[in-house]
Structure formats: structure tokens, C-alpha cells
């Protein structure tokens, strides 16, 4: 029998089994408050238990991982390593990555960074505490971790310039990694409850739903990304208050140097100016214009570099995810909530094997 993960050290040519359960609250869709790991001789987990393979696995080894951090159960680092390259390549079949990777340096180099030396150390200390609260031996208690949400609120009012496209932000290593395994337990769940969903309504087309790594996270803001950059562009002469909106106050910032090649507007300091002058020279051009095809595939890369490649990306995909927990996930699925009838399921039952991970 294979060894049954977090309870077991694994390393570099063995193999290991994870198998637990995602609990949580029956609705339109579930709402998990909980993930529970179970021994390999458990008689809980039925024969029928879901082999998710890698949304599964990622899922499982964060919570792992999150549990490891904090008591003497012992996840390898080979291990802790190679489930993050697997979540890497999982997200990187669906972005445009490898666009905008190459210019995730050049818009940094453009920014000062952030002191924010205080906040973060305040910042670091809630962390600890909270995850203290919700990790177990036996698991994790997602409802607790949301408290988080609280924290991440009042260090996001401690700096100078909103999360939204902000590229000054540097945290701590210890913070981020932090925050990377939180999110990526939060993000694998999320991708369970889809799974689960889909099989519930017998994968109608009509009612299945999907997870993006992009758009969910821009809904706040106004829209999806693609709605946002559209706005952005199209804004008329008349102009807009944009204090209200700070994607498009800091895309009209930001863009003049993620696009460095001369484009024929200018952009000024002041973001409202930036829109009047943006929004003339788009609506006198003529559609299908290659420049302002150029301008929209750059304001979409910026929101994609912003979310994927930057702390305060990192930040804001992790408090998304940890909101949803706690008011949940008609947030990312809107549609449901006029759904009627209940989804028919509160609890995940996950079987996943770590031989997985070794053919990705």
C-alpha cells in the first residue's frame, strides 16, 4: 500500500497516495468550509471517491504543505517543489504567459518600490495567528482562514496606491510564499467544486460551469478583463470621474511604458486627462486599426501581468478567493444564484495518487 500524505515523509523516487475530503455547505453551489485528510486504512472515504488528478493534486499538497508549516508532519521539499511547477503549468495551458512574461521586468524597473516595512511586519503577524487558528493535524478550517479577509483589508487601506495594477508592491518572501500556498489550496478547491458541479447536472451544456484564472478576479472592478480594457478604450471625449474606477485609472498610468514603442496619442500624468486624450484618438480611428489592436492586446497583457506576475496581483487573487469562501462562490458563478434548486452535494471525497505529478 502507498504511503497516505501529510503523515508520511516522501522524497524523490517514492510514491504516495492523498486522499480527503473537502466539506462543506449544500446550496446552488457548495460552499467548502473545510478540507480533512484521512489515513490510508480510513473506511470513510468510499470506493467511488473522485481521482481528480491534477487540480486534485495541487489542492491537496497545499493544504499539506499549509499543515506542514506549522506542526512536524513532514511533506518533502522535492515534493512542496514539484507541486508548484504542476500548479505553474496548469495555469500557463490557459494564459498568455509566455507573452507577457518577458515584459513582467521592464514595468517593474519603471516603479519605486513600496515602503511598507510596518504594515507588513502587522500584516505577517495576522497571518501566523489566523493559520494557527485553522490548520489541524487533520486538516484545514477554510472558514477560519477567512478571517483573513479582515487583514488584507486593512493592509491594502495602509498603502499609499490601491492593489489594483500595482507594480511597486515587493513583499517579503516568507509573506508570499505564504500567500501562494494559501492560494493555491483555495484555487484547487475552487476547481473541485466545479468538477463536482459539472457531474451533479450530468455535464448539460446548458449548466456546467468553468474556472478562469483571469476573469474572475476583474469582476470587482467592473466587469471581466476584456470588459475593462474595452471600457478603457472607449471612453468619449466627454471624459469620466475615474476615481471611482482604478483599473482604468492605473492602466492609463502604466501603459505608456508597458507599450515603450511610440503609438500616436500621448499620455499625460493626470488620469482623467489620459482617457479624454485615449478615447479621441480611438474613436477617429478606423476599426481593425493595428495600432489600436496594439493598445487592447497590451492593456489585456498589463492585467494579466498585474494578476499572475506581482505581489499585489498575488495579494488580490488570494483575498478574492478567501472572500468568496466566506460569502461564497455565487461571487465567481453569478448565474446560480437563480438556480432553484440546490446543487445536491456538501461534501468532495478526493483520491489522488503523487505518481502524478511525476508525468507533467
Known amino acids: 500500500m502507498m504511503n497516505t500524505v501529510p503523515f508520511d515523509k516522501l522524497g524523490p523516487g517514492q510514491s504516495g497516495r492523498l486522499a480527503y475530503q473537502v466539506l462543506g455547505q449544500d446550496g446552488p453551489i457548495m460552499n467548502p468550509q473545510n478540507i480533512r485528510y484521512l489515513p490510508a486504512d480510513s473506511g470513510e472515504l468510499p470506493a467511488n471517491a ?18 506542514c508549516s506549522f506542526l512536524t508532519l513532514g511533506v518533502s521539499v522535492y515534493i512542496a517543489r514539484q507541486v508548484a511547477g504542476l500548479h505553474r503549468k496548469m495555469d500557463r495551458l490557459q494564459e498568455t504567459v509566455d507573452r507577457i512574461e518577458r515584459k513582467v521586468d521592464y514595468i517593474v524597473s519603471k516603479v519605486d518600490r513600496i515602503d ?36 488584507f483589508s486593512k493592509f491594502n487601506d495602509s498603502l499609499s496606491s490601491s492593489l489594483v495594477l500595482n507594480f511597486g508592491l515587493r513583499l517579503s518572501s516568507d509573506i508570499r510564499g505564504r500567500l501562494q500556498n494559501i492560494y493555491d489550496l483555495l484555487y484547487g478547491i475552487r476547481k473541485l467544486v466545479a468538477q463536482r458541479y459539472n457531474i451533479a447536472v450530468g455535464g448539460d451544456p446548458e449548466r456546467i460551469i468553468t474556472t478562469n484564472p483571469t476573469d474572475g478576479y476583474f469582476s470587482l472592478l467592473g466587469g471581466n478583463l476584456e470588459t475593462l480594457v474595452r471600457a478603457t478604450m472607449t471612453l468619449s471625449d466627454g471624459g469620466s470621474d475615474v476615481s471611482g474606477n482604478q483599473f482604468q485609472k492605473m492602466a492609463l498610468i502604466h501603459i505608456d511604458d508597458y507599450l515603450p514603442e511610440r503609438h500616436p496619442y500621448i499620455f499625460k500624468d493626470e488620469a482623467r486627462e489620459s ?78 495518487d503523487l505518481a502524478l505529478i511525476e508525468a507533467v
Open 50 to 67: 473522485m481521482n481528480t488528478s491534477a487540480s486534485g493534486l495541487t489542492a491537496g499538497l497545499a493544504g499539506a504543505n499549509l499543515i
Open 116 to 151: 511598507i516595512q510596518v504594515a507588513e511586519n502587522n500584516f505577517r503577524h495576522a497571518l501566523e495567528y489566523v493559520l494557527r487558528q485553522a490548520v489541524s493535524g487533520e486538516g484545514v478550517d477554510l472558514r477560519a482562514l477567512s478571517g483573513l479577509c479582515n487583514d
Open 275 to 352: 482617457i479624454r486624450t485615449m478615447g479621441r484618438w480611438f474613436w477617429t480611428t478606423i476599426d481593425g486599426n493595428s495600432e489600436a489592436e496594439a493598445v487592447k492586446q497590451g492593456l489585456y497583457d498589463l492585467g494579466c501581468t498585474w494578476l499572475h506576475h506581482s505581489d499585489a496581483g498575488l495579494l488580490w487573487r488570494t483575498w478574492v478567493e478567501l472572500d468568496a469562501i466566506a460569502e461564497g462562490y455565487e461571487y465567481f458563478w453569478p448565474q446560480l444564484e437563480e438556480e432553484a434548486e440546490p446543487c445536491g452535494f456538501n461534501q468532495i471525497d478526493v483520491v489522488t
